[in-house]
């Protein structure tokens, strides 16, 4: 993907996955690329679409919870960028579980109680609903990866205030089961995701991505229980499978570990696996935009305040 020029940008920044542009001083464009990471590692090659999905998917559930939070989005002039309210972040990530999966689980079946200073029940397997949703927060790492923190040090360290926290927690609890709802109306179960906030003065602001597969895990809901029950594995649409598969082929992430080869029949997996999440998320069907560097350019540079 290319580097863009914008009338009026003072700044650039790429990360993992994308590209944002500084406009002036108050207003950001944000570009999802194609690029995937995992374990805090860009993989090498790009996935056909994502960015496509991430941006549309992240639009769609902004916009669908401006009632209980104020975000950062102002229009999204292009499939794969969206223009919005540049917000000074706060520097952790609100993660909230409302199953034992992925990271939690890895802990648990380690025999850890604790995460994030939250401790886990006892008797539990792979997958079950916690008791009530946790949030087990991280700190938002600008290089490697991001850790593990507890609320009591978050406000320790002067992350954020405790007042600041109490926001933050009202808002993820309530983004969480807004979710859930919407996830549960398509037939699919919000295991667990994370949400990014920053400030615009006193006023606290959800920022990038919310409920994409990138940063979310969806369960089916159809036969849930029953796998269960059964101690099978749970269908699911997230990235985790990617993880997963990372891990098979002995990769963390970790120094001296080698990324396995992604082969195009891979590739074309992984898309079709973020379509799927797209048009199970948001009921309609996915209609992939071709559109070239100069086309983006000109959408994004219309739109500019």
Known sequence: MAIFNFPGQTAFYSGKVRDVYTIGTDTLVMIA???ISA?????PRPIPYKGQVLNQIAAYMLNATTDICPNWLLS?????AAIGKRCNPFKIEMVVRGNLTGHSWRIYAAGGRTICGVTMPDGMKENDFFPTPIITPTTKASKGHDEDISKEKIIAQGLVSADEWEVLEKYTLALFERGKDIALKRGLILADTKYEFGKIGETIFLMDEIHTPDS???????GFEERQLAGERQKQLSKEFVREWLIANDFMGKEGQTIPEMTDEWLNTI???YIELYEKVIGVPFLPNDFSDDMIY????????
């Open 216 to 222: 979310s895990r969806y369960f089916y809901a159809d």
């Open 39 to 43: 374990f805090d590692v860009i993989l």
């Open 33 to 35: 690329s194609d690029r």
């Open 298 to 305: 000109e959408m994004i540079a219309k739109s500019l305040p």
């Open 76 to 80: 999204t002039p292009a499939p794969n």
């Open 271 to 273: 898309s079709k696996r």
